[in-house]
């Protein structure tokens, strides 16, 4: 049943993601292009150069924060990422308990033997 579960979140992830990717792809050469906005800005050394950048980064600025629901695509893939590592931890109940060794009866008093011999 954990693993239904595991693969139904996992398929509405991934359509999320797939849905978001174009968003995602946007926002991600925004955020580049506001990067080398900011450094071609810091480079110039003339007021109406600095001017010209501020308005291409305002221009620029405005791209980014209409493609902020790209987020919603980012958080879909760590969704993702975290059902399929969860997917290989899943293990199944086992229908029959296997008595372990600690609650073995036996070898608690061959221990407990053991310890009063010594």
Same mark, same amino acid.
């Given at each position: 049943? #954990? #693993? *239904?579960m595991l693969f139904i979140g996992g398929l509405v992830a991934l359509l999320i993601l797939l849905a978001n990717l174009g968003p995602m792809v946007i926002l991600g050469l925004s955020v580049w292009l =506001?990067?080398?906005i900011f450094k071609k800005f810091i480079k110039s050394d003339s007021a109406a150069g600095k001017v010209g950048w501020v308005i291409l980064g305002l221009l620029? =600025? +405005?791209v980014t *924060? +209409?493609?902020m629901f %790209?987020?919603?695509g980012l958080a879909a893939a760590y969704a993702l990422y975290l059902v399929v590592k969860n997917w290989k931890n899943v293990e @199944?109940?086992?229908a029959v308990d296997v008595? +372990? @060794?600690d609650n073995d009866p036996f070898t608690n008093f061959e221990r407990?033997? %053991?310890e009063i011999n010594q």
């Open positions: 049943m #954990k #693993k *239904f =506001l990067y080398i620029v =600025l +405005s *924060f +209409s493609n %790209a987020i919603v @199944e109940d086992p008595v +372990s @060794e407990q033997w %053991a």
